[in-house]
C-alpha cells in the first residue's frame, strides 16, 4: 500500500473537482442560427416545421390522422423550448397521431422533435420518418409490411417506415424502457411471423433510456439508397446532440439476429440500407405518433418538430459560453 495522500493535499483535490468546468455541446445544425428556433421555419433547408404555439384547430390542420379525438395541447414544454406549450397525444380509443406529406420526394431528411414520455407500457410512441408510393395523404395502416403492400406485385403499390419509439428489453412486450427502431423496408432481414414482418430494431446494443418523464431531443436522419438495387442508404440518430449511432454501409461492425433486429458488437460492418427497390419515390411523410394496443394508455408530449435537408440540432437557448480562464496558482505537489 502506498504512503497516505495528505490531507492538505486532498483539500486542494476537492477544490479543483468542484471547480471542472461542466461540459457543454457545440451547438450545431440549423438551429445554431435561430436563438429558441425563432425563424428556423423561414431557413430554405427547412421542408416542414411546428412549435405548436397557435390554437389546436390552427396547428392541427396542418396535419392528417389525429383530429382532436387524439390531440391536445399541455403547457409543459422543454426548458430549452422558445414557446409554452406543446402537443399531447392522447391514445384515447387507440392513437393519437399527427402525419405530414411532404410536397415531394426527398433523398435524405433530418427529422428534429422534442419528447417526453409520460408511461412507458403502450409502445408504437414516436417519431416517423416513411415514404408511400404512391404518395398518401393520410397514414396508412402498416403493419407486418415488408416494403410491399399486398398483395404484392405487380400493384406496385411500396411503402418504407424508419421509426424511432419506445422498445422493451430487449423486444418484450412491458415496460418499454428504452428507444429503438421500428423500421420496415423490402430488404428487412429475419424471420416473418405468419407470414407478416414487424419492425426490426437497429439498437438493441444501445439500450438508449426512454428518460420516462423528461424532455428530450430526438434528431434521425434518414438517407434513402441512391441505386434499386444498391444498400447504401443510411440512418443516424441523435438523442441530445449526442450520436446514438450512424448506420452506413460498412459500420458500425455486428449482426443481425435470426429476429432481424441488429446487434452492433461483434460481426461484420454493417451492411447498409436498401431502403427501396424502385426509385420512383423517397421520404415523402412524417408522423408523430402515440400508439397504444397493448393496454393502459398514456400521454406522450411532442414539442419543436423540424424537418429539414440538413442537419438541425438541438435548440439554440442563446446561451453564451464562456471558455474558464486558465487556472493559476497551481503547483505540482510530490
Ligand atoms: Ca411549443
Redesign the pocket.
Known sequence: MGPAFPASHRSICVLMLCCLPIPVLAQVGLAAKYVRDSGIGSDPAVVFSE???SSLATWSARFNGGGPSGVGTSTD??TA???????RLIPSGISGTLYRQLSTDYDQVWMRY?VKYLGNVSHHSGGYIGGYFPPSSFPQGDAGIKGIRPPGPPNGDRVFISAFEQRGTPDGIAPQTHLGTYNNWVDMPGLGFGGLYFGRDLLITENQSLNLNAWQCVEIRVKMNSVAASNDGELQIWVDDVSIQNFVPGSPVGAYNVNGDWVTGSGSGFPGLLWRDVLTYGVNWIKLQNYNDVGTPYDVLF??LVVATSRVGCINTGAVVTPLPAPTNLRVLP
Not at 423550448?81 to 402537443?87: D, F, L, M, N
Open positions: 412549435n405548436f404555439e414544454h422543454a423550448s422558445g414557446g409554452v406549450q406543446s402537443a422534442y414539442d419543436d
